[in-house]
Structures are given as structure tokens and as C-alpha cells.
């Protein structure tokens, strides 16, 4: 889950300073435009001084009676998020512990999200992605899940593999996939291209990819470039 919230003028934003391209970059294009209602709302839940990463956005966006869970290895980074969590409000847990091992363990029989954003520092996140999408389709069939990856670059094969294994541990659920690209200089460490596999998301989710892709593209990088795929559609 990470840290929640990143100072910009921390020692870890400076090594690579890739809000610069990101977030900053799309701040100064979005000015005075009228702008899509997701690209609004991700800039209205931004601070001043911190980035407010994808665990801090996902506790933002929880309504009443929604309940986050969020799981972070690292005891030090978990006690970070803790104390973000907690400034931003809302009915969360933090648990320090393997993402993977405590969602299997989680009894829930309504419906809900589980996102997953691994580092893919090793080889393996691909095989306990897909052990944990088919623990999900067997024991809480009800959830739908999201699953960050990197793209290009070197990682095609890997992207694949992904895909593959997702499609075969979730069976017929309908997977669908999105990704967006934004042009630069591939001999940089910056990351210029991800995706989402996305497994049974909501009626009309691809349409409103559709919609927001492109523009969220431009705003970013003229030029950049996105894809929205459905890979199983029942």
C-alpha cells in the first residue's frame, strides 16, 4: 500500500522527481479547462505539499458504510500510512503485514475492490497475483479486482505473462484491460507506460475508460497514446 502520502521536497521525490512529468505536469495542463469529472476530483483530493498516492485516494473515495483494509510490508511504511489515514479521515485498517497472505484471509461476502499494486521487484508477483485472483474467484466470488503493472520498455514479455495467468485463474470472468502511454525518452528510468487488468468491473466501466483516457493522454503528454481491451467478455 506504501506510505499513503509523499512529501514532494522528500529525499524519495527527489531521485527521480517523476511528479515533475506526472502530477505537476498535469496540474499546469488542466488550468482553466474544463476537465473530465475523474481528472477533477484527483486534482480536488491533492494537497499543496504532498502527493496523495493511490492508498490515500482509495481511503478518500470510501463511502459511509465502506470499510478499507489496506496491507503494507514494511512495518515503518505501514505506521506512515497509519498516520495518513488517520489525518484524512474515514473507517480503515492497516495491517503489517504480506498483501497477498492477509487477503486470503479476509471473510467477506459482499461485494467489494481489491486493488493490487505490487512492486515487481521479483519475478514472483506474477504467479501470487494469479494464485490470489483464483483464491478470489473460489472464496469471494463477489469482488472485483484491479491489478496495476508497468508496461514497455522491456516488460512486454512479463505483461503478457500477467495477462495470461489473470485469464486462467479467473475462468469466465470477464477481464477486461486498460493502458495508457505518454511519449518521452525510453533511455530514462522514468516510467512512461502502465496498465490495469481489471476483473469483472462494472457495467459501462469501459465506456467510461473510453472517455477518460484520452483526455487524461494529452493532458499529461501531447501525443501519448491509450488502449481499453477486452480480454475475456462473457
Request: charged letters at 25%; aromatic letters at 8%.
Amino acid at each position: 500500500a506504501g506510505r499513503g502520502l509523499y512529501a514532494f521536497g522528500s529525499e524519495e521525490a527527489s531521485m527521480l522527481s517523476e511528479f515533475e512529468d506526472g502530477y505537476h505536469m498535469l496540474r499546469a495542463r488542466a488550468e482553466g479547462r474544463e476537465l473530465h469529472a475523474d481528472i477533477a476530483a484527483y486534482l480536488a483530493a491533492q494537497l499543496s505539499d504532498e502527493y496523495v498516492g493511490s492508498a490515500a485516494l482509495a481511503a478518500l473515495a470510501l463511502r459511509e458504510g465502506d470499510r478499507g483494509v489496506f496491507f503494507e510490508r514494511d512495518s515503518e511504511c505501514a505506521a506512515a500510512l497509519t498516520d495518513a489515514l488517520t489525518r484524512l479521515g474515514g473507517a480503515f485498517t492497516v495491517e503489517a503485514r504480506d498483501g497477498y497472505a492477509g487477503t486470503k484471509k479476509l471473510r467477506i461476502s459482499t461485494r467489494g475492490l481489491v486493488f493490487v499494486d505490487p512492486p515487481y521487484q521479483s519475478g514472483s508477483d506474477t504467479d501470487l497475483i494469479a494464485a490470489l485472483c483464483g483464491h478470489l474467484k473460489q472464496y469471494w466470488r463477489a469482488a472485483r479486482i484491479a491489478v496495476w503493472y508497468p508496461r514497455g520498455d522491456g516488460a512486454d514479455a512479463r505483461t503478457e505473462r500477467l495477462r495470461h495467468e489473470v485469464l486462467a485463474a479467473t475462468g469466465e470472468f470477464d477481464v477486461l484491460d486498460a493502458h495508457l502511454t505518454v511519449p518521452g525518452d525510453a533511455s530514462t528510468t522514468r516510467l512512461r507506460s502502465s496498465g490495469m487488468l481489471l476483473v469483472q468491473p462494472p457495467y459501462g466501466f469501459d465506456a467510461d475508460l473510453e472517455s477518460l483516457l484520452p483526455e487524461l493522454a494529452e493532458l499529461l503528454a501531447p501525443g501519448g497514446s491509450w488502449g481499453v481491451e477486452w480480454l475475456r467478455r462473457g
